[in-house]
């Protein structure tokens, strides 16, 4: 089956450690994406790549980093330096540069990271 | 820069009754508006999108939306409630050219029995 799979679904983290979240998809799509959700709020950009090498900071970059270094995987580093990082995690991805701004982002299961 | 509003955080209907969401979006151009769903702890699943062409487009689960654009509106609805519709419902506009969807803040339907 083709789709996006996100792992591990829960994740728990003390102070100070970084973490790394997985974004895996078979859909041979060549945009990716991350966001955050937190109650209330919607879905915010952190990043993302439209090929493989490349990718832009989204609206709240900061305390984040991440890698393309394959058409199928992104991943997420949640760095000691995200002040307040408990909160789901959702990762996307869409066919990219050919289909344009229409494109339809689909969606993984998401990661619920929680700062204990 | 773009955005999107969306009315009420929580919207509460009876089965069987009209469901409305609304959503306005601030572009001096029409963008590429989008409705998505999302279920409890899971991600979001596209329920219909407008690029171009008919105003009024049907998605999936019997929910439909219509661009207006002389309103900035694109509204989803739906004639009958199901218990199976209680979800957390987003719209998103994505700019002509750009690759980023750009998300409002969600709206929670309740369906009550």
């Known amino acids: 089956d083709g789709g996006i799979t996100q792992s591990p679904k829960y994740l728990f983290r003390k102070e100070g450690q970084n973490v790394t979240l997985s974004c895996e998809q078979n859909?041979?799509?060549?945009?990716m994406y991350w966001y955050r959700q937190d109650p209330g709020q919607g879905l915010r950009l952190i990043y993302y790549?439209?090929?493989?090498?490349?990718?832009q900071k989204g609206d709240i970059a900061e305390g984040y980093s991440v890698s393309r270094e394959k058409k199928e995987s992104f991943p997420l580093t949640v760095t000691s330096a995200q002040k307040n990082p408990t909160a789901f995690y959702l990762c996307?991805?869409?066919?990219?540069?050919?289909?344009?701004?229409?494109?339809?982002?689909?969606f993984g299961p998401g990661t619920r990271l929680t700062v204990l | 820069a773009q955005s999107v509003t969306q009315l009420g955080s929580h919207v509460s209907v009876s089965e069987g009754a009209l469901v409305l969401l609304r959503c306005n979006y601030s572009?001096?151009?029409?963008?590429?508006l989008f409705w998505y769903v999302q279920y409890p702890n899971q991600g979001l699943q596209l329920l219909l999108k407008?690029?171009?062409?008919?105003?009024l487009v049907k998605g999936i689960n019997g929910f439909e939306a219509e661009f207006k654009k002389s309103e900035t509106s694109f509204h989803l609805t739906k004639p009958s409630a199901h218990m199976s519709d209680a979800a957390e419902y987003f719209c998103?506009?994505?700019?002509?050219?750009?690759?980023?969807?750009?998300f409002g803040q969600g709206t929670r339907l309740t369906i009550n029995p």
């Open positions: 790549s439209q090929i493989v090498n490349d990718f």
């Open positions: 407008y690029t171009t062409g008919a105003t």
């Open positions: 998103a506009v994505s700019d002509r050219g750009a690759q980023k969807l750009v």
């Open positions: 572009s001096s151009v029409p963008p590429y």
């Open positions: 996307a991805s869409s066919r990219g540069t050919s289909g344009g701004s229409t494109d339809t982002q689909y």
């Open positions: 859909l041979n799509h060549d945009a």
